[in-house]
């Protein structure tokens, strides 16, 4: 086995992996060490499986989070960001949002400094989980939520606070517009350069994917210049850098009697609030989403629940330069250090993670893994108590059920 290396990246973006890779990896707070240790396990057994000792994964730890802290005196170091940096891709657990004036969450932190712009949650039923869908099997989307703008760019002035009347005077003295003084204020910036590249990014993971259908997700009847702004950027985006691979729906019915050519990708918009309705009512219409960074954290975990909730959901934030591949819960403090939560939102995050290094193999080694423990009923606690005759097994048991599988 060679020496471990980094991954480094070609001049045109993809990847270059080395059979010994050096990951780095976030432990997380709260829960995180127990999915962390079940995840680690998980993944280096489907490595193992999959390519028989030609490939693994050396792993390194960065201390975030309150193990930072209580090392470092630093929840979020620079030296912890370059490290992601200098690694291109990393996994991380759950971190809690330290309670103090002027700390911001440390995953918006982390998703901001690395100019993580994507968001990216698949979302498919794994069979056997509870759902509250009658056909969860029908649901089978990845949604791009935009990561660096939107109300979530934390541009925010306390009611009655100087700023907030500062603003309050200036609407009111150059735009003759008469705010309620004192109310807080929100900014909500949304720009063409970071929807492109937004919806860019949806498209490639489509046309990679063979996906048929790109929705752009908007509230723009109500916020034209914002919402509708990026309906309209996502349209442009669509022709100016993927003309010949897709077409609008108002093309497609023109030109094409409504039936999709081999090979093309569908760009269409919905509202938002339809949209809420239309993925329970008919899922199957919808592959790829993209969308703004709110309304991309409502449907994530809307159309989580629908396929049996966040203890199953992976994600991840990716970027130009590199990508982070996290749990999509939190850290579910009353249960640390019980051994009991479920790891399987890390775990499948890991699978994205591989999926992205170009490790597929090791990838579905791990989701039919998990796919067969689920399916045997052997089961932690949150989906033991919703499956009949469901055997409850610890984070650490559910973890080696997954490799003994492999
Ligand atoms: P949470 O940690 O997600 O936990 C809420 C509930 O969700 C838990 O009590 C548990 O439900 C269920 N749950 C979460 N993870 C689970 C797992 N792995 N397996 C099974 N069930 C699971 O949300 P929170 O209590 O609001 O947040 C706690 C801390 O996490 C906060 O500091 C927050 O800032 C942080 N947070 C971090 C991230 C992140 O790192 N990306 C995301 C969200 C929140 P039951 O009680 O029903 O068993």
Same mark, same amino acid.
């Given at each position: 086995m060679e020496t471990p290396d980094i991954i480094t990246k070609n001049s045109d973006g993809t990847l270059l992996v080395p059979d010994n890779v050096i990951l780095p990896f976030i432990e997380g707070d709260g829960t995180g060490p127990d999915i962390w240790r079940a995840t680690r396990m998980v993944i280096d057994g489907a490595v193992a499986a999959a390519y028989k000792g030609a490939k693994r994964i050396t792993w390194k730890e960065l201390l975030v989070g309150e193990k930072g802290f209580e090392k &470092?005196?630093?929840?979020?170091?620079d030296d912890a960001l370059d490290q992601i940096k200098k690694h291109v891709v990393a996994i991380k657990g759950p971190l809690t949002t330290p309670v103090? %004036?002027? @700390?911001?969450s440390l995953n918006v932190s982390i998703r901001q400094k690395l100019d993580l712009f994507a968001c990216v949650r698949p979302v498919k039923y794994i069979e056997s989980v509870p759902s509250?869908? %009658?056909? /969860?099997?029908k649901i089978d989307m990845v949604i791009f939520r935009e990561n &660096?703008?939107?109300?979530?760019?934390? @541009?925010e002035w306390e009611s009655g606070s100087t700023e907030a009347r500062e603003v309050i005077a200036f609407f009111r003295e150059k735009m003759k517009i008469f705010l309620s003084d004192p109310c807080g204020i929100g900014i909500k910036p949304m720009s063409a350069k970071n929807t492109k590249r937004l919806v860019a990014s949806a498209i490639t993971h489509a046309m990679e994917n063979g996906r048929k259908s790109v929705t752009l997700m908007h +509230?723009?009847? @109500?916020?034209k210049f914002t919402e509708g702004a990026f309906s309209k950027w996502g349209y442009e985006v669509a022709k100016e850098d993927f003309g010949q691979m897709t077409l609008t729906e108002e093309e497609l019915y023109k030109t094409h009697d409504g039936v999709l050519p081999q090979g093309k990708i569908l760009i269409k918009d919905r509202i938002a609030d339809m949209l809420f309705q239309q993925v329970l009512?008919?899922?199957?219409?919808?592959?790829v989403i993209a969308t703004p960074n709110l309304n991309g954290d409502y449907i994530s975990d809307a159309l989580a629940a629908q396929v049996?909730?966040?203890?199953?959901a992976p994600g991840a934030n990716i970027g130009e330069h590199c990508a982070v591949f996290e749990a999509t819960?939190?850290?579910?403090? +009353?249960?640390?250090?019980?051994? %009991?939560?479920? /790891?399987s939102s890390l775990i499948l995050s890991g699978a994205m993670m591989l999926d992205y290094m170009g490790w597929k193999a090791a990838a579905d080694v791990i989701r039919s893994s998990l796919q067969e423990t689920v399916k045997a009923k052997t089961v932690t606690y949150d989906l033991a108590r919703q499956i009949d005759g469901a055997q409850e097994i610890s984070c650490s048991a559910f973890g080696k059920a997954l490799v003994d599988k492999m």
């Open positions: &470092t005196g630093q929840w979020l170091s103090g %004036k002027g @700390i911001r509250p869908m %009658k056909h /969860p099997e &660096t703008e939107d109300l979530y760019a934390g @541009i +509230k723009g009847n @109500i916020m009512l008919r899922p199957e219409e919808f592959e049996g909730g966040l203890g199953m819960h939190g850290t579910a403090p +009353k249960y640390a250090g019980l051994d %009991k939560v479920n /790891p």
